[in-house]
């Protein structure tokens, strides 16, 4: 049973005159997990908030490295599950669905 304990993404973009930082950083934690958005735009002070999920809103949920797993255990056995949907989250860190 594999369970995402953490996870950091970084996004860059190199736009002149103010270049744009993106971070998103997810933590579990008992009582489910807290997600960390910063966005930072040139030479300004950086922008953060936060939000927390449940435990329960959280179940079965699938995050990137968990997706990516996925993906090579259903290519190395060569078969499709039909109607394969996850709970996932999207890049801006609120929930949303992943069918394969």
Do not use: N, W
Not at 57 to 86: H, I, N, Y
Not at 90 to 96: A, K, P, S, V
């Amino acid at each position: 049973q594999l369970e995402t304990l953490e996870q950091e993404e970084q996004e860059c973009l190199e736009l002149r005159p103010h270049p744009t930082e993106k971070r998103t950083h997810i933590v579990s934690h008992q009582h489910g997990m807290t997600v960390t958005k910063t966005l930072q735009e040139g030479e300004a002070e950086p922008q953060s908030q936060s939000f927390c999920y449940s435990r329960a809103k959280l179940r079965g949920l699938l995050l990137e490295g968990a997706s990516l797993l996925l993906l090579r255990v259903l290519a190395r056995r060569q078969t499709m599950p039909p109607d394969l949907v996850f709970p996932a989250m999207d890049t801006e860190g609120d929930l949303c669905t992943s069918s394969y």
